[in-house]
């Protein structure tokens, strides 16, 4: 520091503070390296790559061949994809339930497990009405014809299959009520029936067919009283993901 002697001590004075002031500096910046860069990292991430970092990847499990069969239990029947029109299952019987009519039938797998469902939510103090099953191909034509009649072909697309694209052509769909007054009742979800259905009908087989909010994705206004048979394991799967998933939903196909 000699030359600082040869010059004004208040600029001597300034150098040595101005010195001072960049060690410090130097020490402070080496010893919080590191969180800055993790600060300034995360910070500058862009908002959708966080995203894509923090939310969780849909489940969407690829859809079986047996999907596209007529007699699998699994078959996939939406506005989209339908059945043969030559399709008619051969182990059709008539569930041991309460019903509206007397000829409901389903195939047999769907009838027991029905019962069992029925029998089960009379357990529970809640009973359970039958108010359709499998209808022919002949016979879904005559029924959505008869909506067009009432509503008008459009206004029934959504509330009615066309021929050959009805689960009940399957034998694997049951129209569930709480007596016959309350059948096809847009409010039966609100019933001790369609809330015991809603949280049990999977234990059996069963599931929600066009729950409320899920048109765009099945093709239907929601269908409250329209169950499907799928069997317990995926049945169950698909309610794991939500009580209200569709088969469109876990099958990636909408």
Known sequence: MRFLKRINPVL???IVMSLLFCVSLYAHVSCSSTSYTASVSAEAMPSSTAAVTAAKAPAVTQAPSEIYTDS???KLVNPTHSVSKSYVPDDLTSPNVTRTQSDITLRKEASDALEEMFAAAENDGVTLVLSDGYRSYTEQEQTFNSY???LGEAKALKVCAKAG???HELGLAADITADESTAYSSSFDSTAQGQWLKEHAHEYGFLQRVPEGKSSIVGYSSLPWHYRYVGVDLATA???????ETLEEYWGLY
């Open 12 to 14: 001597a004075a300034l």
């Open 72 to 74: 699998s239990i699994i």
């Open 148 to 150: 067009v009649a009432r």
């Open 165 to 167: 694209y009805s689960e």
């Open 238 to 244: 698909v309610y794991s993901v939500s009580p209200d």
